[in-house]
DNA sequence: CTAACGTACAACCAAATGGTTTCACGACTT
DNA sequence: AAGTCGTGAAACCATTTGGTTGTACGTTAG
């Protein structure tokens, strides 16, 4: 349990995972998010960055907050904005996962090749398990 | 120009990552890329696993096809759906980058702690050059 | 105290999303 | 030739999204 702290994040999950790429899903945000990622910036500050109105902005920085890209913490009048990377290294590790599942075919592949048991492979199924929303 | 094919892909940039991260965001989606990253499977084959209608799985491959995440190769009367590795790799790819800049601040909060000069620390606006839209 | 600032939130609107049902068409089966 | 299968696409609907304007409220500055 000590290197608890070290662990790689626990990759997102089903409805967290859709929040999270839903917000990513737009330019603005991730603007929003590499400023935030360089250091501290109040709504109003970001907001200024931007052509739209001081509304919207704020909005986009409240799709962040909801799934937890980023964090906001009071100081006097003003509220700082600054970015999770944790939260990024979630989304980056489900990816991941996907680039793994991909190796693991490859590796199938090449067992395929290696045998001599060739003859049933004009079998169409070898997926199973349907584990929908992850 | 030899090495090419080993390269990294490029990142994603502007309005493609934004399809793709919206591509992601919903787990009927991520579902199919995993069962099409583990080996072709068809349209029907794929809609057979989910409650939803047919009609609605198509929409879901469609999507997903736009976006470049999968390849579709008609076999027959049969279209295979084939997720394409490279693509959730740049995906990737953009998210590591905000891992990177994060990284960068730390650098910068390193030096500053270094420094002798902790004069000017109160100064709020480090970051500049807006870059929206990647 | 008053004015200005930063934030929050509600109401409204156009466009996109995720689902449905239905129809059409080419490709195999018999 | 007729029927079934896999696919594509249109029309429709409810909900969500990304933007607007306007109002309200606590905090800081004059």
Redesign the interface.
């Known amino acids: 349990m000590v290197s608890r702290l070290l662990d790689p994040p626990a990759p997102l999950a089903?409805?967290d995972?859709?929040?999270?790429?839903?917000a990513?899903?737009?330019?603005?945000r991730?603007?929003i998010?590499?400023?935030t990622?360089?250091?501290?910036?109040?709504i109003s500050?970001l907001a200024e960055?931007?052509e739209m109105s001081f509304a919207a902005v704020q909005k986009h920085v409240a799709v962040l907050d909801r799934c937890g890209l980023i964090e906001k913490q009071r100081f006097g009048k003003e509220q700082l904005v600054r970015?999770r990377?944790e939260r990024?290294?979630q989304?980056?590790g489900?990816?991941?996962e996907?680039?793994q599942?991909?190796r693991?075919?490859v590796g199938r592949i090449d067992l395929l090749i290696a045998s001599d048991y060739s003859a049933e492979a004009s079998d169409?199924?070898?997926?199973d398990e349907?584990?929908?929303?992850?």
Chains 1, 2 share one sequence.
Request: aromatic share 8%; hydrophobic share 40%; glycine share 8%.
């Open positions: 089903g409805t995972a859709d929040a999270v790429f839903r990513l899903a737009d330019g603005t991730r603007d998010l590499r400023r990622l360089g250091g501290e910036h109040s500050a960055r931007y970015a990377v990024i290294a989304a980056s489900l990816l991941a996907f680039e599942l991909w693991d075919r169409h199924s070898p997926n349907p584990t929908p929303n992850t």
